[in-house]
């Protein structure tokens, strides 16, 4: 579906490649190498959850992502086979699987952070205090507006059922 199948005026459309064409080129190669690690969506949000709590048990991990218990064991196992998480069993009860950063994928990780900060922070540098207290206000309206879409979707959910023969 294009801009135009959107219900997005054309002049919009122009501003939106424009701006993404104009930046494509500013960031350089180590930063989208670097960007997300190469990972998923869903195991952004675990590392995500982890940098926040240090580690996590399964279940915890399957709730934060909103996935079902065996889809977050499959996204674990990526991860501690590319080396980024490693699992230990909880002392306080053997069954519990705790998952936390191995050194590798905490370091890259603290990379990326350190990264994305020093580049937030050169171009907020350059806001003037009305430009900040603007863009906290643009960017709260979209997080509104993020959240209305959210919970309209929530509500239009359909059980999908599957025929057995």
């Not at 494509?24 to 995500?48: A, R, Y």
């Not at 980024?84 to 952070?113: H, P, Y």
Request: charged share 30%; with cysteine; aromatic share 10%.
């Amino acid at each position: 579906m294009n801009f135009r199948e959107q219900g997005i005026t054309e002049e919009l459309s122009r501003f939106v490649t424009d701006y993404v064409e104009e930046i494509k080129d500013l960031l350089s190669s180590g930063i989208w190498e670097n960007l997300f690690l190469n990972c998923t969506k869903n195991e952004v949000f675990v590392f995500w959850l982890l940098y926040r709590k240090n580690e996590a048990n399964m279940t915890e991990i399957a709730e934060y992502i909103h996935v079902p218990l065996n889809t977050a064991t499959g996204i674990i196992n990526r991860m501690e086979k590319s080396g980024l998480v490693i699992r230990t069993r909880s002392n306080e009860d053997k069954r519990v699987v705790n998952i936390g950063f191995s050194e590798k994928g905490r370091s890259q990780f603290e990379a990326l952070i350190s990264e994305l900060c020093y580049y937030g922070m050169k171009v907020m540098g350059t806001f003037t205090r009305e430009e900040m207290e603007l863009l906290y206000r643009m960017t709260s309206r979209v997080i509104e507006v993020l959240h209305q879409e959210h919970r309209k979707e929530e509500g239009t959910k359909k059980i999908r059922k599957i025929t057995i023969e």
